[in-house]
């Protein structure tokens, strides 16, 4: 391959100028063939397709072919494909520009083979994303994507360093595996994690999605953490730190999700609640838990995609974001109750959809491992996605109504397009629930993967005690949901979370900081300006006191009345009138016999 | 919609629950996937063990998120003036 080749990121990239450049009428078909060139592009690559230019003495890999990133740009591909149909009537063209550019460098990130390039697009991902927020056009959506840029460029730094020490020690630009043992090392997993949304690091996911375009929404929840997925299977696979991290992150999605009013934010935590299954399955790092983490990934896009396309549907149709004002509408749309069901029992892992031949695999794997308590708590994650997505979002979006108020009837009317890509999202997360073996293909560790787990329809499903085991955990999950949900208020509030570090904490530390350093400013000041006025008091008042000392025990034996202050008042207006000289002369022997004093110190 | 009532939702759910622990009690032959660690851990064999957990779980889980709303909520213009 030459330079001139294009690789699908670069197709993307190229289609997003265009989408800026040429006119109106060309803008709503470019979207649409860019993910179909692209598609054809990935369909000629084998793993001997490489392409590398130089680069300031190193050489940039721009091009690595294998299972891994052929399922990542396959997967995202096809995705951006049916997210850009489902945009077309409520997106506007800007939007294009950023989505494109956004999935372009994506994708460029996917394939790329040296770190040079991977920070390059990973710095445009953030850049371009930051656009499919900030195009909502409210207060919130500008203040949003201000914290949200700041974080990723916060986490851009901080790879940076990495990639910088790890370069000028190993002399490779190549992007490899790693291992936690070095300062390099350990700043480039900090900047995958931010990506990743992992705990510590997951709240400007749940900040910032929200308040994205519908489109981008869909789009957003689909890619950043993906692609930090993708990374960090490709440099920390078998890390141990991440099974404990994931493990907190999906039961921290859980617990903020159940409490959130939003409903995007609320799938938002599902989102991280996901992540969490992932990275434990790249913190054990086997070839089945790789193997699961992938096919996780393919199936969390599609269904993600059901349930934010659900979402955007339902936003669209009533203008309101929170459950509690979704209830006073009068919700009659059975297509779209279907469509988010599927989507939520196929995050739920329900039997005959897509998440449940995927998520298995990651828990089976930890199995394998023998680590009790992360399987015990991943159970509970679990069965909490199925409380958080399955009862919350389906109960609070669609049925739940209050018992005051007026209630409105919806006016708005969906555009096709919109349930073309939802329908077909959904049908994907229903074909491959039954039919896996077209995932199961594609993902790293294939083999290895069908010898271990069943993939044909018949031998999933004739496995009754996982089927058994599953339906349990279902049902008693909504049982107890319908006997506890009362416990969860469901009001107007925010929670504080970890962004509280930087939106409060370091607030308050900067204005302390700057308090300190005003105090000390001050102090210093008023300390100077007093002696110095000190100084200029006793030097010009010095003569006039020195004189009346001289003079004071002749007025004292002539037995005057005098008035102390009159007379070095007056003494000073003849000093001030005709001694002028003699002060000069009198500070500067004063000066001049302390600096002698001080010599002879 | 759906013109179910509560009291009717939690019937349904618990004749299917039933239904799902004596398949596993009758039909499955169940075993840890925990037994060589031993002790404790040896329980996801138990019959109806996933009911529990999941029953169980549900509760604790909602217990946290209570416990976190009650000390973790703010008004929606805590962040008001900050960045």
Same mark, same amino acid.
């Given at each position: 391959?030459?330079?001139?080749?294009?690789?699908?990121?670069?197709?993307? $990239?190229?289609?997003?100028?265009?989408?800026?450049?040429?006119?109106?009428?060309?803008?709503?078909?470019?979207?649409?063939?860019?993910?179909?060139?692209?598609?054809?592009?990935?369909?000629?690559?084998?793993?001997?397709?490489?392409?590398?230019?130089?680069?300031?003495?190193?050489?940039?890999?721009?091009?690595?072919?294998?299972?891994?990133?052929?399922?990542?740009?396959?997967?995202?591909?096809?995705?951006?494909?049916?997210?850009?149909?489902?945009?077309?009537?409520?997106?506007?063209?800007?939007?294009?520009?950023?989505?494109?550019?956004?999935?372009?460098?994506?994708?460029?990130?996917?394939?790329?083979?040296?770190?040079?390039?991977?920070?390059?697009?990973?710095?445009?991902?953030?850049?371009?994303?930051?656009?499919?927020?900030? $195009?909502?056009?409210?207060?919130?959506?500008?203040?949003?994507?201000?914290?949200?840029?700041?974080?990723?460029?916060?986490?851009?730094?901080?790879?940076?360093?990495?990639?910088?020490?790890?370069?000028?020690?190993?002399?490779?630009?190549?992007?490899?595996?790693?291992?936690?043992?070095?300062?390099?090392?350990?700043?480039?997993?900090?900047?995958?994690?931010?990506?990743?949304?992992?705990?510590?690091?997951?709240?400007?996911?749940?900040?910032?999605?929200?308040?994205?375009?519908? *489109?981008?929404?869909?789009? $957003?929840?689909?890619?950043?953490?993906?692609?930090?997925?993708?990374?960090?299977?490709?440099?920390?696979?078998?890390?141990?730190? $991440?099974?404990?991290?994931?493990?907190?992150?999906?039961?921290?999605?859980?617990?903020?999700?159940?409490?959130?009013?939003?409903?995007?934010?609320?799938?938002?935590?599902?989102?991280?609640?996901?992540?969490?299954?992932?990275?434990?399955?790249?913190?054990?790092?086997?070839?089945?838990?790789?193997?699961?983490?992938?096919?996780?990934?393919?199936?969390?896009? %599609?269904?993600?995609?059901?349930?934010?396309?659900?979402?955007?549907?339902?936003?669209?149709?009533?203008?309101?974001?929170?459950?509690?004002?979704?209830?006073?509408?009068?919700?009659? !749309?059975?297509?779209? !109750?279907?469509?988010?069901?599927?989507?939520?029992?196929?995050?739920?892992?329900?039997?005959?959809?897509?998440?449940?031949?995927?998520?298995?695999?990651?828990?089976?794997?930890?199995?394998?491992?023998?680590?009790?308590?992360?399987?015990?708590?991943?159970?509970?994650?679990?069965?909490?996605?199925?409380?958080?997505?399955?009862?919350?979002?389906?109960?609070? /979006?669609?049925?739940?109504?209050?018992?005051?108020?007026?209630?409105?009837?919806?006016?708005?009317?969906?555009?096709?397009? *919109?349930?073309?890509?939802?329908?077909?999202?959904?049908? /994907?997360?229903?074909?491959?629930?039954?039919?896996?073996?077209?995932?199961?293909?594609? %993902?790293?560790?294939?083999?290895?993967? *069908?010898?271990?787990?069943?993939?044909?329809?018949?031998?999933?499903?004739?496995?009754?005690?996982?089927?058994?085991?599953?339906?349990?955990?279902?049902?008693?999950?909504?049982?107890?949901?319908?006997?506890?949900?009362?416990?969860?208020?469901?009001?107007?509030?925010?929670? %504080?979370?970890?962004?509280?570090?930087?939106?409060?904490?370091?607030?308050?530390?900067?204005?302390?900081?700057?308090?300190?350093?005003?105090?000390?400013?001050?102090?210093?000041?008023?300390?100077?300006?007093?002696?110095?006025?000190? *100084?200029?008091?006793?030097?010009?008042?010095?003569?006039?006191?020195?004189?009346?000392?001289?003079?004071?025990?002749?007025?004292?034996?002539?037995?005057?009345?005098?008035?102390?202050?009159?007379?070095?008042?007056?003494?000073?207006?003849?000093?001030?009138?005709?001694?002028?000289?003699?002060?000069?002369?009198?500070?500067?022997?004063?000066?001049?016999?302390?600096?002698?004093?001080?010599?002879?110190? | #919609?759906?013109?179910?009532?509560?009291?009717?939702?939690?019937?349904?759910?618990?004749?299917?629950?039933?239904?799902?622990?004596?398949?596993?009690?009758?039909?499955?032959?169940?075993?840890?996937?925990?037994?060589?660690?031993?002790?404790?851990?040896? #329980?996801?064999?138990?019959?109806?063990?996933?009911?529990?957990?999941?029953?169980?779980?549900?509760?604790?889980?909602?217990?946290?998120?209570?416990?976190?709303?009650?000390?973790?909520?703010?008004?929606?213009?805590?962040?008001?003036?900050?960045?």
């Amino acid at each position: 391959m030459t330079i001139f080749s294009f690789t699908p990121g670069i197709i993307f $990239l190229i289609g997003s100028i265009c989408t800026f450049l040429f006119k109106k009428r060309f803008i709503k078909a470019l979207p649409i063939i860019i993910p179909i060139l692209s598609l054809l592009t990935l369909t000629s690559f084998t793993e001997s397709s490489t392409l590398s230019i130089p680069f300031l003495g190193y050489t940039l890999g721009l091009l690595r072919v294998d299972s891994l990133s052929l399922t990542f740009g396959y997967l995202f591909t096809i995705f951006s494909f049916f997210a850009f149909i489902y945009g077309l009537k409520i997106a506007n063209s800007r939007e294009y520009t950023a989505a494109l550019f956004y999935i372009g460098s994506a994708l460029s990130v996917i394939f790329t083979n040296d770190f040079i390039t991977l920070y390059i697009f990973w710095e445009l991902m953030a850049v371009s994303s930051v656009f499919l927020i900030l $195009l909502s056009k409210t207060e919130n959506s500008f203040k949003s994507s201000l914290r949200y840029i700041i974080v990723h460029l916060v986490g851009g730094l901080i790879l940076l360093a990495g990639i910088v020490i790890h370069i000028h020690s190993t002399g490779s630009t190549e992007f490899t595996a790693l291992t936690l043992n070095s300062i390099s090392s350990g700043l480039i997993f900090i900047g995958f994690l931010i990506n990743a949304a992992s705990i510590p690091f997951s709240s400007w996911l749940s900040d910032a999605y929200p308040e994205s375009t519908l *489109m981008g929404g869909v789009i $957003l929840s689909s890619i950043t953490t993906k692609t930090a997925i993708y990374t960090l299977i490709r440099g920390f696979s078998g890390t141990d730190i $991440l099974i404990w991290l994931g493990v907190i992150t999906a039961i921290y999605g859980i617990v903020y999700g159940l409490i959130e009013n939003n409903v995007r934010r609320s799938l938002s935590f599902s989102v991280i609640n996901q992540v969490g299954f992932k990275l434990v399955g790249i913190g054990i790092g086997s070839p089945l838990a790789i193997a699961g983490v992938c096919a996780h990934v393919v199936c969390g896009v %599609i269904y993600n995609s059901v349930l934010w396309t659900s979402a955007g549907n339902l936003i669209y149709l009533t203008g309101k974001h929170k459950y509690s004002d979704l209830s006073i509408f009068n919700r009659r !749309l059975p297509l779209l !109750l279907l469509l988010a069901i599927i989507g939520a029992l196929s995050i739920s892992s329900f039997p005959f959809t897509s998440g449940y031949i995927s998520k298995s695999i990651i828990l089976k794997s930890v199995e394998l491992a023998h680590l009790f308590t992360p399987w015990l708590l991943l159970e509970f994650a679990s069965f909490g996605v199925v409380l958080l997505v399955f009862c919350k979002f389906i109960y609070h /979006a669609f049925f739940y109504k209050n018992s005051f108020g007026v209630v409105k009837n919806i006016s708005n009317q969906l555009n096709p397009l *919109m349930l073309f890509s939802s329908i077909i999202f959904s049908a /994907a997360c229903i074909y491959l629930g039954l039919f896996p073996k077209i995932v199961y293909e594609i %993902i790293p560790f294939s083999k290895y993967l *069908m010898a271990k787990i069943p993939s044909d329809f018949i031998a999933i499903y004739s496995k009754s005690e996982k089927l058994i085991i599953t339906l349990q955990k279902f049902i008693f999950a909504v049982l107890a949901y319908v006997l506890f949900s009362k416990y969860i208020p469901s009001k107007n509030s925010i929670f %504080i979370d970890f962004d509280w570090l930087y939106r409060k904490l370091l607030r308050f530390l900067s204005v302390f900081f700057i308090s300190f350093v005003d105090f000390v400013y001050l102090s210093i000041n008023s300390l100077v300006v007093g002696l110095i006025s000190k *100084m200029i008091y006793f030097f010009n008042n010095s003569l006039s006191l020195l004189i009346y000392v001289i003079n004071l025990p002749s007025l004292r034996l002539s037995n005057i009345q005098i008035n102390r202050y009159q007379l070095l008042k007056q003494y000073h207006s003849i000093i001030i009138k005709n001694g002028f000289p003699f002060v000069l002369i009198g500070s500067f022997i004063f000066i001049l016999s302390i600096a002698l004093y001080l010599i002879s110190i | #919609m759906f013109n179910l009532s509560k009291k009717s939702l939690i019937r349904i759910l618990v004749i299917l629950g039933i239904t799902v622990v004596l398949i596993d009690l009758v039909f499955l032959d169940r075993h840890s996937h925990f037994s060589s660690i031993g002790g404790l851990t040896a #329980m996801d064999g138990i019959t109806g063990f996933y009911a529990i957990l999941s029953f169980f779980g549900t509760f604790i889980l909602f217990k946290v998120a209570q416990f976190i709303y009650n000390i973790l909520s703010a008004s929606e213009d805590y962040y008001h003036d900050d960045f």
